[in-house]
């Protein structure tokens, strides 16, 4: 069985703004005919350099789906107005392994997407980062989210 992605997509959709609660709200999907999407869910620690890391496994096959959720105030800098910077950002990076590597998150196989958080409006945030695998001779996509509470 063949654990090399295909192909990797990572999307991030966020609304423009952020509406007072972070993303941490998250869930792992299964995206292949026959199956059931949910693989496993998480609460995520929002605080500040602090990630949250849960490993789910894929049904059916040898592959661990592994999750980070990270949040921090220095890596994404928005000038929202002249007198408002916003600096505080959440990340999320997805693995697909055999293995339960510790350090599956860092290799350069991980999708990851980030996003600045910006408090405006009162639209729904939410975080997702997608990866196709191979399962045999089938496609699949692993999905990643993380919502308001």
């Given at each position: 069985m063949r654990a090399v992605s295909s192909a990797v997509f990572v999307c991030l959709f966020v609304s423009s703004a952020f509406a007072g609660q972070p993303p941490s709200i998250c869930?792992?999907?299964?995206?292949?005919?026959?199956?059931?999407?949910?693989?496993?869910?998480?609460?995520?620690?929002?605080?500040?350099?602090?990630?949250?890391?849960?490993?789910?496994?894929?049904?059916?096959?040898?592959?661990?789906?592994?999750?980070?959720?990270y949040f921090t105030?220095?890596?994404?800098?928005?000038?929202v107005s002249p007198k408002f910077v916003q600096d505080t950002s959440v990340r999320i990076a997805l693995a697909v392994t055999e293995n339960d590597s510790h350090n599956a998150l860092a290799s350069s196989?991980?999708?990851?997407?980030?996003?600045?958080?910006?408090?405006q409006t009162q639209e729904q945030n939410f975080l997702r980062v997608l990866k196709v695998i191979s399962i045999g001779k089938e496609k699949a996509l692993i999905v990643a989210e993380c919502r308001e509470k």
């Open positions: 869930s792992v999907s299964l995206v292949r005919a026959g199956h059931p999407p949910v693989i496993g869910q998480f609460q995520a620690t929002v605080a500040e350099e602090t990630e949250t890391v849960k490993t789910f496994a894929v049904p059916n096959t040898k592959l661990k789906a592994k999750v980070g959720v105030d220095e890596s994404v800098r928005i000038e196989d991980a999708s990851i997407a980030e996003t600045a958080l910006v408090s």
